[in-house]
């Protein structure tokens, strides 16, 4: 019989945590059973492999995340839901460094997979953080990958302890954010001068 009290849900949650502490790849079933208190062959019980707890952590990994910045952005638009959005991934990116890279190392199942949903609800909190700038239709997609690009690219770097430099990180996180709503606002004003003229 099934441990009382653990179930999918308990698992991959305490698999998330277990994978902020040790690293996505440090974590592992054996380690995952030894927190649980209980043998590893119970855990099978409830995740069919250890690629299936990674899944599972991913699909908490993209739904948290897209809560975090939907609350953060709740009442705001333009810069201070550019900023407030931002400040609030980075948070839940350096104190969950382990399930966020769950949700970067995961692939899609089929068209079934809770995964599409989770990563569809990032990309619409993520659009809620531009809407603000008026942005077109046909231009929103390629300000939506430079805003992904450049925030996961800051906070995966900051989370692993990769800026050495002596100067303020926070700082440069400002002056990123600065820099992003700088041009997403010239864009707005004249969106011409990133579209070859047209």
């Given at each position: 019989?099934?441990?009382?009290?653990?179930?999918?849900?308990?698992?991959?949650?305490?698999?998330?945590?277990?994978?902020?502490?040790?690293?996505?790849t440090g974590l592992s079933m054996a380690l995952?059973?030894?927190?649980?208190?209980?043998?590893?062959?119970?855990?099978?019980?409830?995740?069919?492999?250890?690629?299936?707890?990674?899944?599972?952590?991913?699909?908490?990994?993209?739904n948290e995340l897209a809560?975090?910045?939907?609350?953060?952005?709740?009442?705001?638009?333009?810069?201070?839901?550019?900023?407030?959005?931002?400040?609030?991934?980075?948070?839940?990116?350096?104190?969950?460094?382990?399930?966020?890279?769950?949700?970067?190392?995961?692939?899609?199942?089929?068209?079934?997979?809770?995964?599409?949903?989770?990563?569809?609800?990032?990309?619409?909190?993520?659009?809620?953080?531009?809407?603000?700038?008026?942005?077109?239709?046909?231009?929103?997609?390629?300000?939506?990958?430079?805003?992904?690009?450049?925030?996961?690219?800051?906070?995966?770097?900051?989370?692993?302890?990769?800026?050495?430099?002596?100067?303020?990180?926070?700082?440069?996180?400002?002056?990123?954010?600065?820099?992003?709503?700088?041009?997403?606002?010239?864009?707005?004003?004249?969106?011409?001068?990133?579209?070859?003229?047209?």
């Amino acid at each position: 019989m099934p441990r009382a009290g653990l179930d999918r849900t308990t698992v991959t949650a305490a698999g998330a945590t277990l994978a902020d502490e040790v690293g996505f790849t440090g974590l592992s079933m054996a380690l995952l059973a030894e927190r649980l208190g209980v043998r590893t062959p119970s855990l099978y019980k409830h995740v069919a492999s250890q690629a299936d707890l990674a899944h599972g952590i991913a699909v908490l990994s993209m739904n948290e995340l897209a809560d975090t910045i939907r609350d953060a952005i709740q009442g705001r638009s333009g810069r201070e839901a550019l900023v407030a959005g931002a400040q609030a991934m980075r948070a839940w990116v350096l104190a969950h460094p382990g399930r966020y890279a769950a949700g970067n190392a995961a692939a899609v199942r089929g068209p079934d997979d809770p995964f599409i949903p989770a990563v569809q609800r990032v990309l619409a909190s993520w659009t809620a953080m531009l809407h603000g700038y008026h942005l077109d239709p046909d231009q929103e997609i390629h300000a939506l990958r430079m805003l992904r690009s450049m925030l996961h690219g800051f906070t995966t770097l900051e989370a692993a302890g990769s800026f050495q430099i002596a100067a303020d990180v926070d700082v440069s996180f400002t002056w990123m954010l600065n820099f992003i709503d700088l041009g997403l606002r010239v864009h707005e004003a004249d969106p011409s001068h990133l579209s070859g003229g047209r």
